[in-house]
């Protein structure tokens, strides 16, 4: 464990201890990453392939068994604290953070799992609603700490499985698996090429040779996010209902381009629908186009197929918005870029570009000059690197005695 790790606990444990007060019964300390996603939007919903990565940012959970019935949760992220009562778990905390750790609870409990009190302290480096999962990090952060406190035995599949519930279920996203699958099965270096339907994965090394992959924020308030998102769900579903009766597919995901070319008319009286599929096959076909060029180094195609994928999330599955759109177009003027486009969910949150790396701050200067000039917001840049999925952070004596 680094120093930096070290100190890290320290501070967080100094505030659990301020907040909870101390306590006979111990500390547990865990850690889920945020996650990237390099190519595969809005295909994991419908069974289809994605390519991302966990990040090496995350969240820090510090947690404790209190036996008393009360669960308290705080972050240091945000002022609120919250106090629940054995009752009050398996109901929503109003419009709250606080419902991503309460659907995870849920699952434990729909689970037979008797839960008997917690105390938790979070603590996270992912920019919020960014479309870099921190909400993913928190789910499965907790579900993992849960499994681990009470020993349960769930695999990291079932926790994931349970953290994508939790958010379909208790929040009200109907999101598929892919961030909550990268956040517990990260390894650094690499980048996981997932089928959502068979959740068949490889571990690809990231062979990116002196190339960053830069997320730049757009900062821009993200509106009709979840509604929206869940519109698109059910465009699918309408494709899947047309197609199904003819071609015999069983999820939108196993849809091919040339499939989609020969029975567009079944699409006439829905053209949104239309689009959404042809999104959907397309992104499919550049995922599995995108896996072997990142194996081979070919950053010149993976690129291409980057720049491709963003203009299909603009105008097929129309999740673009002006100002990632800005972001994209200001990150491919710059001469040495290889790809970029939005990553993530969309209608906001961030862009991912491929940049060789000594340019990276030259990027960083004329990209965030050019979009403040447009839209007046300022962009945040982070040039990141793949780590590791969720994992316990021991608490050693030296972290204990230091607080
Ligand atoms: C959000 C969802 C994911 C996925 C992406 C888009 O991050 O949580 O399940 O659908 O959007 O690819």
Known sequence: MTLATNSTLSRLLERFNQKFGRSESPEFAFFAPGRVNLIGDHTDFTGGLVFPCAITQGTWLIIRRTGNHQYRFASTNFDLMAQLEQHEINQTYGDNWINYPLGVLDQFTQRDVILDGFDCLYSGNVPNGAGLSSSASVEVVTAFAINSLMKTGFSLIDLVKMSQAAENEFVGMQCGIMDQFAVAMGKQAHAIQLDCDTLEYRQIPMNLDGISIVVTNTNQRRELNESAYNDRVEECARALALLEPVLGIRRLGQLLPEQLATHELLFANDPVALMRARHVCTENARVRAAVP?????????????????????????????????????????QPSVLGSRLTGAGFGGCTVSLVPSPDVAAFELAVGAGYTEATGLTANFYTMSAGD??????LNTSVRDNH
């Open 293 to 333: 060029a990142l194996e081979s180094s070919d950053v010149t195609h993976f690129g291409e197929l980057m720049n491709q994928s963003h203009d299909s999330l603009r105008d097929q599955f129309e999740v673009s918005s002006e100002p990632l759109n800005h972001l994209v177009r200001l990150a491919r003027s």
């Open 389 to 394: 999925g969720v994992r316990q952070i021991p």
